[in-house]
């Protein structure tokens, strides 16, 4: 989503203060803070409900079968219960995907707008040079996504045990967040690799694919976009980004949500994976997550954009 200093769709909005200039650190800290509480409280069921289908190993039956069907892998426990039981299952974690969720949104959202002027200041001439104008401003955008999204491993951690706490309940039972720290200390990093392989091209294509639909709309590097182009450009960056990195996210999600004491590498969670589900469960949980992107991205920029507004001006009104 690109403001008037071409922000990404997931980067900061760059909300514009009463004076004129970009908005204050607070407001932005505070925009992105309200935005991950607003994103978890909606979406955080739904991820519940990708992860467990992500995690699970074998096929889905049919009701009375000996394995699981599709409600049992989703709603575990509460399969046979009401609605409100159901709804409150897919709610596990919710505490580790808050804190990942406000850390993560405040760092991507401010961190590619600086990783990309980086890379303009030093290495602009050279991408438009290769690519044209327009392509290698977009290559810009696609190449400091990717080294941000690297980056994010340092949060790894938080989302190891939110997912944990959404597909492998039982390896956090009776132990404090300390306690697992102190005990699994460089544990909670297991697959930091695999991620990384995630993140780089999966926002590589966030990142590149928002900044390409914008140039295919005719929007000009700076330029602000409709409610409609945002939106539009927000779903491409997301859907490429989610089908490319599918295949990674779901062998870390395997790496995540084992055991702490299973030693087994990734490399060995791959041929397992191969050999007993095919090449298919590369892309599971694919739908559920596709079908979040757009209300997702469209909702969290919203939040983020107009709660940095209205805590800027709440703050220029304090001071005069």
């Known amino acids: 989503m690109a403001s008037r200093s071409g922000v990404q769709k ?14 204050s650190a607070t407001a932005r800290i505070g925009g992105s803070i309200i ?25 889905v039956a049919e009701a009375g079968s000996v394995s699981l069907t599709t409600n049992e892998i989703i709603f575990r426990e509460a399969a046979n219960q009401g609605f409100l039981s159901k709804w409150g299952s897919l709610f596990p974690g919710v505490g580790f995907g808050l804190a990942y969720k406000i850390l993560q ?43 941000i999204g690297v980056g994010e491993i340092a949060l790894l951690p938080l989302d190891v045990l939110k997912i944990k706490a959404q597909t492998n309940p039982d390896s956090l039972k009776g132990r404090g967040v300390l306690n697992i720290f102190m005990s699994e200390g460089f ?24 900044a390409v639909a914008r140039n295919v709309m005719g929007l000009s590097e700076g330029q602000t976009p409709t409610w409609v182009q945002s939106f539009v450009s927000s779903v491409a960056g997301a859907t490429a980004s989610i089908t490319v990195a599918s295949p990674m996210d779901v062998v870390k999600t395997r790496i995540q949500n084992r055991d702490f004491n299973d030693p087994r590498s990734g490399a060995a969670i791959v041929r397992d994976l191969m050999r007993q589900e095919g090449p298919t469960a590369f892309f599971k949980g694919l739908a559920p997550k596709l ?10 920029f919203t939040v983020a954009q107009k709660m940095i507004a209205v805590i800027d001006d709440y703050l220029a009104k304090k001071e005069d």
């Open 105 to 147: 949104r405040t760092y991507k959202f401010g961190g590619q707008l600086y990783v990309r002027d980086f890379v303009a200041q030093h290495f602009g001439s050279s991408f438009e040079k290769q690519f044209g104008d327009k392509n290698g401003k977009a290559m810009m955008h696609a190449t400091a996504g990717s080294l």
């Open 35 to 59: 935005s991950g509480f607003c994103e978890i409280g909606i979406f955080h069921p739904v991820d519940t409900v990708a992860k467990r289908l992500m995690s699970h190993r074998g096929e």
């Open 187 to 210: 544990a909670l990093y297991r697959g930091a690799g695999w991620t990384a392989a995630r993140n780089a091209p999966g926002s590589f294509a966030l990142f590149g694919g928002a």
């Open 10 to 23: 997931d980067q900061a909005p760059q909300a514009t203060s009463p004076a004129g200039g970009k908005a």
């Open 291 to 300: 079908v979040v992107v757009g209300p997702k991205l469209v909702f969290s």
